[in-house]
């Protein structure tokens, strides 16, 4: 990646498209033609589990330092400097921040790097840092094969602005084209990361922008951020040129590039992408009478599902009945999913029944279900 103590590549309009395009890179940057390149298309039914990897530990994102932050239109991102008293913990070694950028796409549309599964979000946010515990500085670290660390963070569109985005995005403005710069006073930096810092997909690759240096230690998390359409368009409406010969600075993401014989590792069970969802609705039984409720029906969105993608699904539903607030009887219920009708059985302190009979009048069923994956 283009960062404080990282080669520049050729200006944004040559540097995607055309013909010094991202087909034609290895012909200047021989690593860009490598075998271990990012992005990638991360395909979970291939990802390895390892339980042995940590959660991520930000140490000093929360309070960066009292000192202003750069940010910077450098004609084919937006960039941020970061401080090195944030770094990174959960690594094999300590890496330091070096600066923060964005990949996005145009009109709302395909923009992060990496994908899980083919499909990618609007946007991607990327945390470069340094190994700060074997080299003194960016500049002697990018030559080495353990030297950089990035967090790579899916960014998709809501309903809802999100205030942390907002220490950025109020500012693009103020560097509409390129070449142009703005000091921001410290935010808590740690607010623009997922809240699950111990779900993430890990390999080794590369810079994905010449010199395309394979020495990167990536860390793509599994749960992405939603930022508001009106955000997204503050990025969509930036120029990679300087004002008299406007560009726009859009679409500036590489294409995933071949896996090779690298494996992809995951710090938590593939299985887990759809997590627990709740349905609730509600039941009134006379006592001795049995009743049936209405059917229900239920789904979830591909926005639900951090696999990103439609896929063959097991699950396990449970029921549970429970009392008017007025009858404190501790009372369960419990069925397994059939196509076939199912009774439910009601267990309470004293006695079981196998329906709705002689119980309190009033009852909530309360169903929930598990999508392993």
């Not at 793509?220 to 508001?228: G, K, L, P, T």
């Amino acid at each position: 990646k283009p960062s404080r103590g990282l080669d520049p590549p050729p200006p944004l309009h040559s540097l995607f498209s055309g013909p010094h395009g991202q087909e034609h890179w290895s012909n200047d940057y021989p690593d860009c033609g490598g075998q271990a390149q990012s992005p990638i298309d991360i395909r979970t039914k291939s990802v390895q589990h390892d339980p042995a990897l940590p959660p991520i530990e930000p140490q000093g994102y929360r309070s960066p330092g009292v000192g202003a932050f750069t940010l910077h239109n450098n004609g084919h991102t937006v960039e941020m400097s970061l401080p090195p008293s944030m770094f990174l913990r959960g690594l094999p070694q300590t890496y330091a921040a070096v600066q923060l950028h964005f990949h996005w796409g145009n009109d709302q549309d395909e923009g992060s790097e990496h994908q899980v599964n083919g499909e990618s979000c609007p946007a991607e946010l990327h945390i470069v840092h340094y190994n700060s515990e074997s080299y003194a500085n960016i500049t002697e670290a990018k030559q080495q094969a353990d030297g950089l660390a990035v967090l790579g963070i899916f960014i998709e569109v809501g309903d809802v602005a999100n205030p942390a985005y907002d220490n950025i995005f109020n500012q693009l403005k103020n560097i509409q084209y390129a070449g142009q710069n703005v000091s921001i006073p410290p935010f808590d930096v740690h607010e623009l990361l997922p809240r699950k810092l111990g779900h993430y997909f890990r390999y080794n690759g590369s810079l994905t922008t010449p010199p395309c240096s394979q020495n990167v230690l990536w860390t793509v998390f599994q749960q992405r951020v939603q930022i508001s359409s009106s955000q997204v368009l503050a990025l969509e409406g930036l120029y990679s040129t300087k004002a008299a010969n406007s560009v726009p600075l859009v679409d500036n993401y590489r294409a995933p590039q071949p896996l090779n014989q690298r494996v992809v590792f995951s710090s938590f069970p593939v299985g887990e992408c759809i997590g627990p969802s709740w349905h609730r609705w509600g039941v009134a039984a006379e006592p001795g009478e049995r009743r049936t409720g209405p059917p229900l029906h239920f789904s979830w969105s591909g926005g639900s599902d951090s696999c990103f993608s439609p896929q063959d699904v097991t699950f396990s539903l449970s029921l549970q009945l429970l009392p008017t607030p007025t009858d404190p009887s501790p009372i369960a219920a419990t069925s397994l999913w059939s196509d076939a009708p199912t009774y439910i059985q009601v267990e309470s302190s004293s006695k079981t029944h196998r329906a709705l009979t002689s119980e309190p009048k009033g009852w909530w069923w309360h169903q929930g279900f598990y999508l392993p994956g």
